[in-house]
């Protein structure tokens, strides 16, 4: 079963590490990739830009463009990755390893997966 | 994380908004401070015990108000309790206020915060130390250092800041859309400064300038957050984005200037070019364009090209033209020079520049400039002259030795050429 473990954390916080802190995290994310990636049960990672730089698309008569994340939340949605699991106890186990003291993972079973030719 | 380190940043994000919260409460800077001070005591001791808040901001909100209204009550014998409605809503129940404070009330109290540290009876430098102080949160002793005076200096430097905030009245109602407009405005200038603190002078603790820069871009993405369809503010935060990306590769081993057209372009930061490129893109789609987008835009030009020889000087030299009409400075036109220079060659940039030269008469940056141009057209005297009267003009010494090194390579050339006359 692929699932989805979408990383959720509050950007104020998250923006106010040092790089330090935020190259450490990124590392110990990293580990935990190759670890992942080496058993085959690593899909795409994305860790996403700041919701400063989001714009919406809001669906109506016609679509409107708006600045900014689709909803203003406590915790905002940093990124994700796709792993390749045989149990929900199993991604549970493995998302563990990426979380960094603070926010929330997500775990969601991916309905339908297209892993795209594009960039790599 | 640790539980300190976990509470020490939450903390720190959270400042803003509770300080701001609190400010609208007390309508008193230094009591809104003390309040989110002993708030902040207080959830060194509670969160460890009780876990962490769903929204430590309004949790410190909460607790640093009922501290604020206890202390004034214990006062009231010496000042009369503030009137009801200056100390507004005194019901106790989380939820409810952590409601109200998600609302767009947030949006104004953060930006009164910020620009009452910006009003303008205040000098720049004390603009830029409050917020330090006030929003950013940094130790007294921590801005001392980066403005390269005594903690006791700036100790003062602050407290007078603030009394002439106390005396100059901010209004506390929510502000109406031009006002807002001139809030946003004055607090983007102050954000500006503030980098320009940071990046412009290379004297004293590099380190601690660096801080600098890493906070105005912070209060730049705060500023953002709350507006987030102003374009000038996303052109504001790209352009600090895009300039600070080129930290790590502006100074060398040994502490001097390295021009962009020098630098080692793999020292660059790519993740913050990336989020500058990105706003930069959002923010001209507005087609409103403003000062701080289109210096963004050139910032972009540079960062877009992949080594010196690819910029597209052309594109430059038109986004110069377009900041010229929106904000007419001789020191626009002197930067404007740079590409004119690069697409027709010195001689009609020293024609471009000579004309500024009675209000650019004390700007470093204009004899450098001069010298240089006067250089590559071989008129060595006066190159000289003007790299002489630039060091005189120099802030720190690696803007001064930068120019030392034209100078000696200029008296190189000099002797070679006596060298080579002499031997003809």
Request: glycine share 6%; net charge negative.
């Amino acid at each position: 079963m692929l699932y989805a473990v979408l990383c959720y954390d509050s950007e104020a916080i998250v923006g106010s590490w040092t790089k330090q802190k935020d190259d450490a995290v990124m590392a110990e994310h990293l580990a935990h990739n190759r670890k992942l990636a080496a058993a085959g049960k690593l899909g795409p990672v994305v860790r996403l830009m700041p919701t400063t730089t989001a714009t919406t698309i809001r669906s109506g008569k016609e679509p409107v463009v708006l600045d900014g994340p689709f909803a203003e939340t406590k915790e905002q949605f940093l990124g994700f990755w796709v792993l390749d699991c045989s149990s929900l106890e199993e991604a549970i186990e493995a998302a563990k390893s990426f979380l960094h003291g603070s926010g929330a993972l997500e775990i969601r079973p991916i309905a339908y997966f297209e892993p795209g030719g594009g960039p790599k | 994380m640790t539980d300190l380190a976990w509470i020490d940043a939450a903390v720190r994000a959270a400042r803003p908004r509770a300080i701001a919260a609190l400010l609208r409460y007390f309508r008193d800077l230094d009591t809104a401070e003390e309040a989110f001070q002993e708030a902040c005591l207080r959830a060194l001791r509670s969160w460890p015990r009780n876990g962490p808040p769903r929204d430590p901001a309004a949790w410190l909100v909460l607790v640093g108000r009922n501290f604020g209204v206890d202390e004034i009550r214990r006062h009231k014998k010496q000042d009369p309790l503030p009137d009801e409605e200056h100390v507004s809503d005194l019901e106790d129940a989380e939820a409810s206020l952590a409601e109200r404070l998600d609302a767009s009330q947030y949006r104004d109290d953060i930006l009164r915060l910020l620009f009452v540290c910006c009003h303008p009876e205040l000098p720049a430098v004390q603009q830029i130390a409050l917020a330090l102080r006030v929003v950013s949160g940094l130790s007294v002793k921590e801005i001392a250092r980066a403005f390269l005076v005594s903690e006791a200096a700036m100790d003062q430097r602050i407290t007078r800041a603030k009394r002439r905030i106390g005396e100059a009245e901010i209004p506390f109602e929510a502000p109406g859309a031009v006002e807002r407009a001139e809030r946003l405005g004055a607090v983007a200038a102050m954000i500006y400064l503030l980098f320009n603190e940071g990046y412009s002078a290379t004297g004293g603790d590099a380190h601690v300038r660096v801080g600098l820069c890493e906070e105005a871009i912070r209060l730049a993405r705060l500023l953002l957050g709350l507006f987030p369809s102003e374009s000038e503010v996303m052109g504001l935060l790209a352009l600090l984005l895009l300039q600070h990306a080129r930290a790590p590769a502006r100074l060398d081993a040994t502490g001097a200037i390295v021009l962009l057209d020098d630098q080692d372009r793999g020292r660059w930061d790519r993740a913050m070019i990336a989020e500058g490129l990105a706003l930069v893109e959002k923010a001209l789609r507005h087609k409103t364009p403003g000062a701080y987008q289109i210096q963004a835009a050139i910032a972009a030009e540079h960062a877009a090209a992949a080594t010196a020889r690819d910029t597209s000087w052309g594109k430059i030299d038109q986004l110069y033209v377009v900041l010229e009409t929106l904000q007419p400075s001789p020191v626009v036109t002197l930067n404007r020079a740079v590409a004119v220079c690069k697409i027709q060659g010195p001689e009609p940039a020293l024609a471009m520049i000579e004309p500024l030269e009675a209000r650019l008469s004390t700007y470093f940056h204009f004899f450098g400039l001069k010298g240089g141009l006067l250089l590559q057209l071989g008129r060595h005297d006066e190159a000289r002259i003007a790299f002489d009267r630039a060091i005189a003009l120099a802030h720190t010494a690696p803007e001064a030795a930068h120019i030392r090194q034209h100078i000696d390579r200029l008296l190189e050339t000099c002797a070679e050429v006596a060298r080579d006359d002499a031997s003809a």
